[in-house]
């Protein structure tokens, strides 16, 4: 995964998660966006797409 396909993937969580909100299903908006930067973590940490430069 590229971090353009990560912004991508993270910008379409949070486009769901405001989704839900106007629907008023907050838990469900709340679940989106934990399960989503769980998942964007993980892709950093797996795929280094960090450079060690930032750290």
């Known amino acids: 995964m590229s971090?353009?396909?990560?912004y991508?993937?993270?910008y379409g969580a949070i486009a769901?998660?405001?989704?839900?909100?106007d629907e008023g299903n907050i838990v469900t908006?709340?679940?989106i966006l934990?399960?989503?930067h769980i998942t964007a973590e993980?892709?950093?940490l797996?795929?280094?797409v960090i450079p060690?430069?930032?750290f």
Not at 3 to 6: F, V
């Open 3 to 6: 971090y353009h396909e990560l």
């Open 8 to 10: 991508v993937s993270l």
């Open 16 to 21: 769901d998660a405001l989704d839900q909100l």
């Open 29 to 31: 908006a709340i679940h």
């Open 34 to 36: 934990k399960s989503a």
């Open 42 to 44: 993980e892709k950093i």
């Open 46 to 48: 797996e795929l280094d």
């Open 52 to 54: 060690d430069e930032c």
